[in-house]
């Protein structure tokens, strides 16, 4: 069993940056493939980033050349850089893990993601 705790989020103003947290308590965390996906209310869960090998990484169309998904697998946390905010990036953001990648990390709602955290809201105003 992993169990993922998110930290970072916050309410900021469109245009800022925040950086999201996910600490692991998996020693074998750099065995696992990671990432982050986010719930706006009202609407289903969608895969934001994920990190699957070590220089592999995959983002949602909507957060590309603003969010960076990043790991430290020393500390075995992984981090979401997230920039130039909108307000449409306003949702509940979670951290997953599973040890494969594939079609599962792209389903709607990713119900076959093994590992979730709590979630970490991220509130951004206009």
């Known amino acids: 069993q992993v169990e993922l705790a998110e930290s970072g989020g916050g309410l900021v103003q469109a245009g800022a940056s925040l950086r999201l947290s996910c600490t692991a308590s998996?020693?074998?965390?750099?065995?696992?493939?990671v990432g982050w996906f986010r719930q706006a209310p009202g609407k289903q869960r969608e895969l934001v980033a994920v990190?699957?090998?070590?220089?592999?990484?995959d983002y949602a169309d909507s957060v590309k050349g603003r969010f960076i998904i990043s790991r430290d697998n020393a500390v075995n946390t992984v981090f979401l850089q997230m920039n130039g905010l909108k307000p449409e990036d306003t949702a509940t953001y979670y951290c997953?893990?599973?040890?494969?990648?594939?079609?599962?990390?792209?389903?709607?709602?990713?119900?076959?993601?093994?590992?979730w955290g709590k979630g970490t809201l991220v509130t951004v105003s206009s």
């Open positions: 990190s699957f090998n070590t220089v592999g990484t």
């Open positions: 997953a893990a599973d040890r494969l990648y594939g079609s599962k990390w792209y389903e709607t709602p990713p119900t076959r993601v093994d590992y």
């Open positions: 998996e020693r074998t965390f750099a065995d696992y493939v």
